[in-house]
Nanobody
Framework: QVQLEESGGGLVQPGGSLRLSCAAS????????MAWYRQAPGEQRMLVAS???????KVVNSAMGRFTISRDNAKKTVYLQMNNLTSEDTAVYYC????????WGQGALFTVSS
């Protein structure tokens, strides 16, 4: 059974930084591609960044240069470091683990506001 628990949400001022963490309960963590998605109010859930078990990363254009995804396979944890935040980054951020199927965390909300 796969369980994902996000942490690190909250309130951040524009231009600030935040790091989200996702602790995974997965027996073979390195076999899973991990990703962060976000869902803003009234919008569809969208991919933000992904990372393979070997560490290859992808970041969507809107986050490129500002967001960094990483993982610690020993801790079975994936991170999303977010810098230079704007109000458009306000959303619920979901951790995702994918192998034969997708697994989702419960989501972490953070708001960018002054």
């Amino acid at each position: 059974q796969v369980q994902l628990e996000e942490s690190g949400g909250g309130l951040v001022q524009p231009g600030g930084s935040l790091r989200l963490s996702c602790a995974a309960s997965i027996a073979d963590f390195t076999r899973y591609e991990m990703a962060w998605y976000r869902q803003a109010p009234g919008e569809q859930r969208m991919l933000v960044a992904s990372i393979t078990g070997g560490g290859a990363t992808k970041v969507v254009n809107s986050a490129m240069g500002r967001f960094t995804i990483s993982r610690d396979n020993a801790k079975k944890t994936v991170y999303l470091q977010m810098n230079n935040l704007t109000s458009e980054d306000t959303a619920v951020y979901y951790c995702n683990a994918a192998r034969n199927r997708r697994h989702w965390g419960q989501g972490a909300l953070f708001t960018v506001s002054s």
